[in-house]
């Protein structure tokens, strides 16, 4: 429904008191994709997301990240197409109000504000397991204490951030080489090992995988490379969005399988026995490959990568919820709160909104978190797809923009798969999930949609138009 689209204001400083307000256009190709990358933030994605995928799958976890990189392809193609069609910082539920409509859009906020409220402190708690070696803390303390450092740099210019950030994403991807070289140069088990399908039982003994188990990880696997999506929430601060987007959301997918996808095969390679890569320890690991001052030096890098990571999530999640003020998604007080831009030209309360919550989330059940995460991220993943598959109705058709390979099959096939990864989700995560759906359903039906001419206006830069 392309009627819920509206040019935004292209300056702040000149815009009427009430008019839709923009972010200021400052990075350019190298700069998103830092900040992107960081987002993904391949080292900490390795070692604390990848560990729980290797206590569930073995050595079946190599292949199935492989399946989850390839569906990103296609998944990458549409937000690629749709983040330079509607560039706005509202990211996918622009994307989707624009081409599937006005509830489809609202349904895709609600599952994507899940995924950037959550992911972020489930990143931050895995960071008391790697500064143990210099100090013991408990890791919801841990994690809260990234979660406020992050938000206190959310604060900042965007360009500074692009450069704090590359600083640490550099140090990450070093953590991840010396895993990857050190589980190569000590390999116990070939190539083959990658499809054995094996995975150490409670017993001790060796249970097989199976195809069923594969798809039910899928869900997390497409959670590992999630954060290229960043990309699209970056595209009112990016210079040239018809061009740069599609390059930064395809560039970072591409590294971040790489820096991710290369060290688990090493590690399934190089575990002493099917109880230690199930074990999930990377940290042991590299210490028995090598030395305790490698290991230090390892984990203390993902320490690091994991607070790069906090950073560039509050920065992405605040621009969700002040794009979601500014397209009067709320009661008019919370527009005028959560649509304020700082000093620094950042929208600090909304930065502030998402970052102090997130602390208190570190507190919640992590194996309830994941649940819900690889739930959400999979719904969203599927509206986009269909929203890609509209994408090029009336005027759409003719709007300059990159343009993907084999559509309509592309997105279609990806429909298909999305659907089938949900169907095999635990019941108790969907019914989460769907609970707190059906809640956004209610508001659309009873505020939303009765106010349609003055509420959810879904709007783009002026200057991203032209």
């Not at 970056?234 to 560039?251: C, D, Q």
């Amino acid at each position: 429904m392309t009627d819920t689209l509206r040019p935004a204001d292209t300056a702040v400083a000149d815009a009427a008191p009430d008019s839709p307000k923009t972010l200021k256009r400052s990075i350019g190709v190298v700069g998103g994709t830092l900040l992107t990358l960081s987002c993904v933030t391949p080292a900490s994605t390795l070692f604390v997301v990848v560990p729980d995928l290797f206590g569930s799958l073995g050595t079946a976890t190599a292949l199935t990240i492989a399946i989850g990189s390839l569906l990103c392809i296609a998944v990458a193609f549409c937000y690629s197409e749709l983040g330079t069609l509607i560039p706005s910082a509202g990211g996918e539920y622009a994307m989707v109000s624009t081409m599937a409509g006005r509830l489809a859009g609202w349904l895709v906020f609600v599952l994507s504000l899940l995924v950037v409220m959550i992911v972020p402190p489930v990143i931050a708690m895995g960071t008391a397991d790697y500064l143990a070696p210099v100090v013991h803390l408990d890791p919801s303390v841990a994690g809260a204490a990234v979660m406020i450092l992050a938000t206190l740099a959310g604060l900042l210019d965007l360009r500074a951030n692009a450069w704090i950030t590359g600083i640490f994403l550099v140090l990450e991807v070093v953590a991840a080489g010396v895993v990857a070289v050190l589980g190569f140069a000590h390999s116990e088990r070939g190539l083959g090992s990658l499809t054995s399908m094996q995975v150490a039982g409670a017993d001790g003994h060796t249970d097989t995988v199976t195809a069923m188990l594969v798809v039910s990880g899928l869900a997390i696997a497409l959670f590992v490379t999630q954060g290229f999506s960043t990309a699209v929430y970056l595209s009112e601060e990016l210079e040239h969005p018809r061009r740069n987007v599609a390059r930064t959301v395809l560039a970072t997918l591409a590294i971040s399988t790489v820096v991710i996808l290369v060290p688990v095969v090493a590690i399934t390679m190089g575990a002493s026995d099917l109880s230690a890569l199930t074990g999930g320890d990377i940290s042991s690991m590299v210490t028995a490959w090598s030395n305790s001052a490698v290991g230090t030096f390892v984990s203390l890098c993902v320490a690091l990568a994991i607070i790069n990571a906090g950073i560039v999530m509050v920065i992405q999640n605040s621009r969700v919820l002040f794009a979601s003020a500014r397209d009067k998604a709320w009661p008019q007080p919370v527009n005028d709160v959560f649509s304020k831009l700082g000093r620094f030209g950042s929208p600090w309360v909304a930065t502030l909104a998402v970052g102090v919550p997130g602390a208190l989330l570190c507190f919640v059940n992590l194996d309830t978190l994941y649940g819900v995460t690889g739930v959400s991220v999979t719904g969203m993943y599927l509206l986009v797809a269909v929203a890609a598959l509209l994408s090029r109705r009336g005027h759409h058709k003719h709007t300059p923009a990159w343009r993907m390979p084999l559509w309509p099959a592309m997105p279609v096939l990806l429909i298909a798969v999305l659907a089938y990864i949900l169907s095999q989700q635990e019941t108790s995560y969907l019914l989460w999930t769907g609970g707190i759906t059906a809640a956004a359903t209610l508001y659309w039906a009873l505020y939303l949609r009765p106010r349609r001419e003055t509420r959810w206006l879904v709007s783009i830069p002026e200057d991203a138009q032209a």
